[in-house]
């Protein structure tokens, strides 16, 4: 059983950046992947970015590149999501996730596990 704790959620301005910690226990193999994804009051759930725990690089969604960056720690089993001159419309529940398999990141079926989400409020 793999489990997720996010932190480091809160209320920012315009303009901050933020980090959040996505802390991942139990057993997990070089091939998993872990994702963030977002969602906003009254939307759907979206896809920010996800890396696999084997080396390779993130993969993000084109809307978030430009702002985000993800990473790694193996040696504290946590991965981050940097996220850079944030916006009101950033505002949102944000929740990582682990991937067993080798489909595709950016798909939210793919993903076994779930944290229970970090809220990130933006103020104008």
């Known amino acids: 059983q793999v489990q997720l704790v996010e932190s480091g959620g809160g209320l920012v301005q315009a303009g901050d950046s933020l980090r959040l910690s996505c802390a991942v226990s139990?057993?997990?193999?070089?091939?998993?992947?872990t994702g963030w994804f977002r969602q906003a009051p009254g939307k759907d759930r979206e896809f920010i970015g996800a890396i696999r725990w084997n080396g390779g690089s993130p993969n993000y969604a084109d809307s978030m590149k430009a702002r985000v960056t993800i990473s790694r720690d193996n040696a504290k089993n946590t991965v981050y999501l940097q996220m850079n001159s944030l916006k009101p419309e950033d505002t949102a529940v944000y929740y990582c996730?682990?991937?067993?398999?080798?489909?595709?990141?950016?798909?939210?079926?793919?993903?076994?596990?779930w944290g229970q989400g970090t809220q990130v409020t933006v103020s104008s």
């Open positions: 139990g057993r997990m193999f070089s091939t998993y992947a």
């Open positions: 996730a682990v991937q067993k398999g080798l489909g595709l990141l950016g798909v939210q079926l793919n993903y076994d596990y």
